[in-house]
């Protein structure tokens, strides 16, 4: 008899206990750092109080061209320096070998698994010629539309998962409990890429997808990249710079583990010459 008082009173506390409180946002404004390229810092609230703080970078494909790089793992502000990126960020996961481990696509050339029934989602880039049917930037929903990749249009491409949104508004990741610091990319209703990266570890995947869903940045559809140490943007232009984390974060993470800060797979932006 006592063990089920105790039994019934732990559920009439638990149906009163508070539900999780829903997020918001601070207003916000875009500051342009090039042509066809915008930033914002988006400050997350919960309860009134910022608990995470998202960098976005707002790219228009048809002023600006997206490559993807794959070699000899290296720190992205090393990439940024070799390729002169104007927005640089890291690509998705790889094996202990450095190996991506869904399918690469660099100047046309197919690195990795041509198949992984893991991923969900696809960015590509540069369609070769040109098409008005195809976009210059795009992400591809892996499940509900299948793609051959010998028959890819487009000459750079990095495969993640999973896929946060898809173009009809749903959530694509079920919900878990492991937060970490994450980058995202993916479409808004006008075309735009967009770079979406936390300077915390604030957010589970499934918890920003549903944050993501009702923010003001009109997201269309939201590809998870890699995340964890290996979640970094730089943006390096006349007039900005930017890089996340910061050296000093950097540097903590290499007392613990000196492969910490290397990526063997990068997507650069830089400004069309057409």
Known sequence: MLQRFF??????????????????YLDHTWQSIG?????TRLEVLETKEVVESLAVVRIDPNLNSFRVYHGPPQRLQSWQEM?????????????????????????????????NVAMRGMFVAEPRGISPDLPRATILDLVANPVDVNKLPWTQGVMSYPLLLDSRGRIRVKKTDLQAQRTVIGTDRRGNILVIHTAGDFFTLYELAKFLKASPLEIDAALNLDGGS??????????????????LEQSARELFDVTAPL????????????
């Not at 990526?263 to 057409?274: K, M, S």
Request: aromatic share 12%; glycine share 6%; proline share 8%.
């Open 83 to 115: 390729t002169e990126a104007a927005v640089i960020f890291n690509g998705s996961y790889f094996t202990k070998e450095w190996q991506p481990v869904g399918l690469v696509v660099s100047d046309g050339r197919l690195i990795g698994p041509r198949r």
């Open 230 to 247: 290996k979640a970094q943007l730089a943006i390096k232009t006349p007039d900005f710079s930017f890089f996340a984390p910061s050296s």
């Open 7 to 24: 039994t019934i009173l732990l559920l009439l506390w638990a149906s009163a206990s508070p539900a999780a409180a829903e997020l918001s």
């Open 35 to 39: 042509k066809g390229l915008s930033y």
């Open 263 to 274: 990526l063997p797979t990068v997507i650069g932006v830089f400004p069309r010459q057409e």
